[in-house]
């Protein structure tokens, strides 16, 4: 089994940063990319932020230049910093990471359950 777990979520002033993290455990292989999404209530689920296997990262144009996204390879952990958080950033975010069990087999996507940030004007 393949488990993630994020955490870090939480109420913040705008203006203010949150660091949120999810850690993959269980039986892996290795790990290629890693994302953040965020669904706000009554939209759809969104890409926030990917960071390859090697590093490439890419972001939404909404978050470019306040958010960063990053990884340790060795912890299975993907991290995602929140600067200058503003009202519409309020969502639920979550991880995905495209892993493969065994070095024999393919890669298949994980989610984690979800951590609510909340940004109040």
């Known amino acids: 089994q393949v488990r993630l777990v994020e955490s870090g979520g939480g109420l913040v002033q705008a203006g203010g940063s949150l660091r949120l993290s999810c850690a993959a455990s269980?039986?892996?292989?290795?790990?290629?990319?890693m994302a953040w999404y965020r669904q706000a209530p009554g939209n759809q689920r969104e890409l926030v932020a990917s960071?390859?296997?090697?590093?490439?990262?890419d972001y939404a144009v909404s978050v470019k230049a306040r958010f960063i996204i990053s990884r340790d390879s060795g912890k299975n952990t993907v991290y995602l910093q929140m600067n200058s958080l503003k009202p519409e950033d309020t969502a639920v975010y979550y991880c995905?990471?495209?892993?493969?069990?065994?070095?024999?087999?393919?890669?298949?996507?994980?989610w984690g359950q979800g951590t609510q940030v909340t940004v109040s004007s």
């Open positions: 995905n990471a495209d892993i493969q069990r065994t070095w024999y087999s393919e890669s298949n996507r994980y």
């Open positions: 269980g039986s892996i292989s290795s790990i290629n990319a």
């Open positions: 960071i390859s296997s090697s590093g490439n990262r």
